[in-house]
Each structure stands twice: as C-alpha cells, then as structure tokens.
T-cell receptor, first 114, second 113 residues
Framework: DQQVKQNSPSLSVQEGRISILNCDYT??????FLWYKKYPAEGPTFLIS?????DKNEDGRFTVFLNKSAKHLSLHIVPSQPGDSAVYFC?????????????FGGGTRLMVKP | NAGVTQTPKFQVLKTGQSMTLQCAQD?????MSWYRQDPGMGLRLIHY???????DQGEVPNGYNVSRSTTEDFPLRLLSAAPSQTSVYFC????????????FGPGTRLTVL
C-alpha cells in the first residue's frame, strides 16, 4: 500500500498560469516533505522542502503548502513556464527512521503549454 | 566537480546473470542511497549507507547487495538477475540523511531478459 500518493498522473497548464500539484500521505510519522523535479533521461533534482512544524514554505515561484490534519501537501508554481515541464515527485521522511529513508509518490507529469 | 556518477548507462542481462552497478560521488557526502524507478511507482529505496562501513536496507532490498568501503563509492550488486529487476536505477548522495539535499546520478537503465 502506497504511503505517499500523487493521484494525478498528469497535468496540463497554460504558460503564465498557476500549476498546482497535489500529494497525499497516510503515515502520521512523516515529519519532513520534499518535492523533486525530473527531466527525461536525468536524475531527479531537489526543488523545495517543508518541515511538519510549518504549513508553508516559499522559494521564488515555488510554494509548498502542508495540511497536517488532512495529510495533504501541494506544490504551487506561479507563473508556470515551459521549462517547468517535467515529472514532479513528492517524498516524505519519517522521524522514526532518523531521516535516513525517503518514501516517494508515483509522480505527476506537468506540461506547460506556450 | 563531477557530482554523482553512475556506470553503465544501459545494461541488458539474461536471467540468472550477476552484475554490479557503480556509483561514485566527489562531494565527500556521508549519506548514499540506491533507488529503483518503475512506471507509476515513483522511486523506491533499495539500500542506503550513512557512512563508510555502514549500510542498511530500504523498502525493496531483496535480490540486491551493497557495500561501502570508501566514502566515495557505493556499488549495487545484483546477485542473480530476474525480469522483475528490469528498471531504472538511481544513486544519490547527501551530506547527511534525506532531509539534506540529495544529489542524484543520471541513472542506469537495466533490462533483464
């Protein structure tokens, strides 16, 4: 049973508009969450993270929101650019394994149309 | 800096063959890990290491062995390849643990016939 789920396999948005990527988790021990971005034929690259003591973290065009009661996080990209087209993975770490293991969601493919 | 390097980029094996996927990093990172990526499954942790001489199992360790004799290298060994091990394999490293930024290698695409 997947502990981290990204229920939308793909998302298409127009350039300049907002992209919202969603992620749900089931393990209440998760206390640190990350988003990674992946282009074809490359390894994932770190995008942004959030600790469970916060409900929002912002870095330029990227903002991650965490709703602990709903076990839900989302990544907002504003404004979206064609170069943002990639697969986005959310990932979570639990405090009971000392920050040594990441659990990934299945990914969402974002397509930003010019 | 080369970052995280992986060899080979592509490999085809027959069922029952063994092989080693190489991973090296030049950032003096203590934490290294191996993931496999399968369609719709995201990345799943196979094994990880928190320092030279220390390794531990991840989510899907069966059929794989690792060792960490140096800080720089973290090879992944397939003992007897099976078609279920057809996947893309990524190695990653970070200063210490997964809450630090992990740097991923470019991946090895493995096909087991």
């Amino acid at each position: 049973d997947q502990q981290v789920k990204q229920n939308s396999p793909s998302l298409s948005v127009q350039e300049g508009r907002i992209s919202i990527l969603n992620c749900d988790y089931t393990n209440s021990m998760f206390d640190y969450f990350l988003w990674y971005k992946k282009y074809p034929a490359e390894g994932p690259t770190f995008l942004i993270s959030i600790s469970s003591i916060k409900d929002k973290n912002e870095d330029g065009r990227f903002t991650v929101f965490l709703n602990k009661s709903a076990k839900h996080l989302s990544l907002h990209i504003v404004p979206s650019q064609p170069g943002d087209s990639a697969v986005y993975f959310c990932a979570a770490s639990a405090y009971n394994n000392a920050g040594n293991m990441l659990t990934f969601g299945g990914g969402t493919r974002l397509m930003v149309k010019p | 800096n080369a970052g995280v390097t992986q060899t080979p980029k592509f490999q085809v094996l027959k069922t029952g063959q063994s092989m080693t996927l190489q991973c090296a990093q030049d950032m003096n990172h203590e934490y290294m890990s191996w993931y496999r990526q399968d369609p719709g499954m995201g990345l799943r942790l196979i094994h990880y290491s928190v320092g030279a001489g220390i390794t531990d199992q991840g989510e899907v360790p069966n059929g794989y062995n690792v060792s960490r004799s140096t800080t720089e290298d973290f090879p992944l060994r397939l003992l007897s390849a099976a078609p279920s091990q057809t996947s893309v394999y990524f190695c990653a490293s970070s200063r210490s643990g997964v809450t630090d930024t992990q740097y991923f290698g470019p991946g090895t695409r493995l096909t087991v016939l």
